[in-house]
């Protein structure tokens, strides 16, 4: 495990919530630069575009706390890229629910992959991101849908409301695993 971790208190899950603006800025960036997904191609591009400010605010968080490399706003976004893009595929991008869960439960697996392929070098742990990322990305969506946003439009990522709840599951497990990690190297230096 390279990279130590900082003093880890509940202060991250309060920086980590503040990184829930990539989703609606990045949508925003996604919608005004694409426009709707309609298929393929295009959810891989919003989802790269919406990815790279998610993967953004997210690393500007954990910088701080893990010394995570810029690498996590390239692997957010390609993640993104291809579970939208995934997604669209099995969906035809579709805006219905269980389309929109479908398309957040590839976009979960591909993102939470991506970047644990970053994490397991900090973490102790890491295996469990991409479970949680996976979780969480169709809540995000399922939370979207139900505040009545026009999920019609064909966005690349869920709006405001879901991101809320994506940060507040994310960061939590996010400080239970580093709390873990730094919890281990402290016996470990107890024992030796």
Same mark, same amino acid.
């Given at each position: 495990?390279?990279?130590?971790?900082?003093?880890?208190?509940?202060?991250?899950?309060?920086?980590?919530?503040?990184?829930?603006?990539?989703? &609606?800025?990045?949508?925003?960036?996604?919608?005004?630069?694409?426009?709707?997904?309609?298929? &393929?191609?295009?959810?891989?591009?919003?989802?790269?575009?919406?990815?790279?400010?998610?993967?953004?605010?997210?690393?500007?968080?954990?910088?701080?706390?893990?010394?995570?490399?810029?690498?996590?706003?390239?692997? #957010?976004?390609?993640?993104?890229?291809?579970?939208?893009?995934?997604?669209?595929?099995?969906?035809?991008?579709?805006?219905?629910?269980?389309?929109?869960?479908?398309?957040?439960?590839?976009?979960?697996?591909?993102?939470?992959?991506?970047?644990?392929?970053?994490?397991?070098?900090?973490?102790?742990?890491?295996?469990?991101?991409?479970?949680?990322? #996976?979780?969480?990305?169709?809540?995000?969506?399922?939370?979207?849908?139900?505040?009545?946003?026009?999920?019609?439009?064909?966005?690349?990522?869920?709006?405001?409301?879901?991101?809320?709840?994506?940060?507040?599951?994310?960061?939590?497990?996010?400080?239970?695993?580093?709390?873990?990690?730094?919890?281990?190297?402290?016996?470990?230096?107890?024992? #030796?």
């Amino acid at each position: 495990m390279s990279g130590a971790t900082r003093d880890i208190d509940w202060s991250f899950v309060a920086w980590w919530m503040l990184a829930f603006l990539g989703f &609606p800025l990045g949508g925003l960036l996604a919608i005004e630069v694409v426009g709707a997904i309609d298929g &393929p191609a295009r959810a891989a591009l919003a989802g790269f575009l919406a990815g790279s400010v998610i993967g953004a605010a997210q690393w500007l968080v954990l910088r701080r706390y893990l010394r995570i490399s810029t690498w996590w706003v390239v692997a #957010t976004a390609a993640g993104l890229a291809s579970g939208n893009a995934i997604g669209a595929v099995m969906t035809g991008a579709g805006t219905e629910l269980g389309d929109l869960v479908l398309t957040g439960l590839a976009a979960g697996v591909a993102v939470g992959l991506a970047q644990w392929t970053l994490l397991s070098a900090h973490l102790r742990i890491a295996i469990l991101w991409p479970l949680v990322v #996976t979780i969480a990305w169709p809540i995000g969506w399922t939370v979207t849908w139900a505040a009545g946003v026009d999920v019609e439009r064909g966005y690349a990522v869920f709006g405001a409301t879901g991101a809320l709840v994506f940060a507040a599951l994310t960061g939590t497990a996010m400080w239970l695993l580093m709390r873990g990690t730094a919890r281990a190297g402290l016996q470990r230096s107890a024992s #030796t």
